[in-house]
């Protein structure tokens, strides 16, 4: 069986874009994968956070991860920095990655235009990112675009290891879904949905009651043709809603294209709006029952304990390559 490993940042609210990018993918391949599924807490420290609220942020993302599907039977749900080899195997490929590779990152380099002073971890967070995924021998990574990134740096780094060091990385590759990998914002749909984005009114979180979202998509930016129909470059506010539309409800955009032939937009929003509600009802229900309880605690026991048996060999055989440590007779 073939081993996925990803990771979601607990930087507060989940958007319903990081569902349909990344957390509803983990769903459906959780049935015919190894899977390891991360809160990435120390890639949060990049930047400047609240440690009380990056503790509550750690709960409810673990919380939304099982409200949403997951089956700690089936995948392993854990928080990085309860596994210390993720730390540890991330110094030794930071120092088999090269300063001038790590600065062209693009996310280094929207994130840090214009400042003063940039954090180092800034810098070397795709190392990080590169251990995260490497010490699981992962076949497979499931992410946005906005990631590919990072994924093409860690297969440099895991194949200059294997050559310079020992053949011991799986080199992985990029899982990026045909639609729904990057859905956009409601009010500027030529950008990517962020929960960073000043306008409340641009992005659904998980966590949204039903007035709001509907408020929100009724809001959501089109144009003035008033014709239901999928073309990225020309209607890219309605091929958007249609996106979230056939990922949520299960259906071809061009069922429901067809669906709405003849039809403002008033009543395809209307429609939304309840698709959306009905897809997330659920999962806020479970989430309520899930956040301060023992049962997510003893789940994330368990998936750091599994996690860090499986790390920790990797780790064992990276430090044997690189000669670090004594050889024990």
């Given at each position: 069986?073939?081993t ?8 507060g ?5 990081n569902y349909?990018?990344a957390?509803?993918?983990?769903i ?9 599924f991360?809160?990435v807490?120390q890639h ?8 009380l609220?990056l503790?509550?942020?750690i709960k409810?993302l673990?919380?939304?991860y ?7 039977e089936?995948?392993?749900?854990f ?10 195997a ?9 300063i ?5 990152m ?5 994130k ?6 940039v ?9 990080l990112?590169?251990a995260?995924?490497l010490?699981?021998g992962a076949?497979?990574?499931p ?6 990134q990072?994924l093409e740096?860690?297969r440099d780094?895991?194949e200059?290891f294997n050559?310079?060091?020992n053949d011991?990385?799986?080199i ?7 639609v ?9 749909p030529?950008?990517k949905?962020?929960?960073s984005d ?5 992005f659904i979180?998980l ?6 979202i509907?408020?929100k ?6 144009d003035s043709d008033?014709i239901v129909?999928?073309?990225k470059e ?6 958007n809603?249609?996106s979230?539309y056939?990922?949520?409800?299960n259906k071809?955009?061009s069922?429901i294209e067809q669906n709405?032939e003849g ?8 429609d939304?709006a309840n698709?959306v509600i009905?897809a997330?009802?659920?999962?806020q229900e479970r989430?309520?029952?899930l956040?301060?309880?023992?049962e997510l605690d003893?789940?994330l ?5 599994k ?9 064992k055989?990276m430090?044997?390559a690189?000669g670090l ?5």
């Open positions: 069986m073939k996925i490993f990803s990771g979601i940042q607990p930087s609210v989940i958007t319903l874009g349909i990018g957390i509803k993918q983990f459906e391949l959780q049935h015919d994968y190894d899977c390891y991360c809160v807490d949060a420290i990049t930047v400047p956070q609240d440690r609220e503790r509550k942020n409810r673990s919380a939304l099982v409200a949403a599907g997951l089956d700690p089936k995948a392993t749900l928080v990085q920095s309860e596994v210390p080899a993720h730390s540890q991330a110094w030794m490929l930071q120092c088999i990655a090269y001038g590779e790590l600065e062209r693009t996310q280094f380099k929207d840090s235009s214009g400042k003063d002073a954090s180092a971890g800034l810098l070397t967070y795709p190392p990112m590169a995260d995924i010490l699981y076949d497979l990574v992410v946005g675009e906005d990631q590919k990072h740096l860690t780094l895991a200059r050559n310079r060091y011991i990385f799986t992985p590759e990029v899982r990026i879904p045909k729904g990998a990057r859905i956009m914002s409601l009010q500027e030529t950008k949905m962020s929960k000043a306008n409340q009114r641009a979180t966590l949204d009651e039903p007035n709001q509907e408020k998509i009724k809001s959501a930016v089109t008033g129909k999928y073309d020309n209607k890219p506010g309605v091929s809603l249609l979230i056939s990922i949520l409800e071809p955009i069922e709405y039809k403002g937009y008033g009543e395809f929003k209307a939304l698709v009905n997330l009802a659920p999962i989430y309520k029952e956040l301060d309880s023992k003893d789940i026991d368990a998936g750091a304990e996690a860090a048996k499986k790390a920790n060999k990797m780790l055989k430090e044997n690189m440590g004594r050889k024990r007779r």
